[in-house]
T-cell receptor
Framework: QQQVKQSPQSLIVQKGGISIINCAYE??????FPWYQQFPGKGPALLIA?????SEKKEGRFTISFNKSAKQFSLHIMDSQPGDSATYFC????????????FGTGTRLTVIP | DTEVTQTPKHLVMGMTNKKSLKCEQH?????MYWYKQKAKKPPELMFV???????INESVPSRFSPECPNSSLLNLHLHALQPEDSALYLC?????????????FGPGTRLTVL
């Protein structure tokens, strides 16, 4: 059973546009929600993360929006650049979960010039 | 030093071979992980070590044998693998077990089983 659902599976955005990736979860014990960026042949790298005590977190062009009541969170990439083309994974973890990080299925983002 | 290193980068082995993957971090992290990632799929957790002790084994076949010789090193011993075990094997570490925080991933070892 997929603990974290992610959409869309793939996304094509024009340079300068906004990329939006959505995730949803069911387990209310989750209390840490990171986003990872992965380039081909590389390991995932943490992009930005949020905890449920805030509804939004922004770091540069990357923003996480978090809706605790809906059990949803999303990644917004403003002014998308070709260098942002990568696979993005949302994830979730519970403090009581022995560091088990549950990943979404991934979104392959392509930013075209 | 803020990285996780993995060796080798690529490994090709036959089904009767024995090989080992190595992972190293010098960030003082006390939790270390092995993940398996198939193409176009998310990483799947295999093992978690907390304070050098195995705390999670996600029902991984015994042909995969993890080892944590010290707080900086994590090995994955491979024996009698199957072609379907071909994948990217990722190592990760995090500062504290049982506290949700960033997991730092290594670049992975691309394993091909013939």
């Amino acid at each position: 059973q997929q603990q974290v659902k992610q959409s869309p599976q793939s996304l094509i955005v024009q340079k300068g546009g906004i990329s939006i990736i959505n995730c949803a979860y069911e387990n209310t014990a989750f209390d840490y929600f990171p986003w990872y960026q992965q380039f081909p042949g590389k390991g995932p790298a943490l992009l930005i993360a949020i905890r449920p005590d805030v509804s939004e977190k922004k770091e540069g062009r990357f923003t996480i929006s978090f809706n605790k009541s809906a059990k949803q969170f999303s990644l917004h990439i403003m002014d998308s650049q070709p260098g942002d083309s990568a696979t993005y994974f949302c994830a979730a973890m519970a403090s009581s979960g022995a560091n088990n990080l549950f990943f979404g299925t991934g979104t392959r983002l392509t930013v075209i010039p | 030093d803020t990285e996780v290193t993995q060796t080798p980068k690529h490994l090709v082995m036959g089904m009767t071979n024995k090989k080992s993957l190595k992972c190293e971090q010098h960030m003082g992290h006390r939790a270390m992980y092995w993940y398996k990632q198939k193409a176009k799929k998310p990483p799947e957790l295999m093992f978690v070590y907390s304070y050098e002790k195995l705390s999670i084994n996600e029902s991984v076949p015994s042909r995969f044998s993890p080892e944590c010789p010290n707080s900086s090193l994590l090995n994955l011993h491979l024996h009698a693998l199957q072609p379907e075990d071909s994948a990217l094997y990722l190592c990760a570490s995090s500062p504290q077990p049982a506290i949700p925080n960033e997991q730092f991933f290594g670049p992975g070892t691309r394993l091909t089983v013939l």
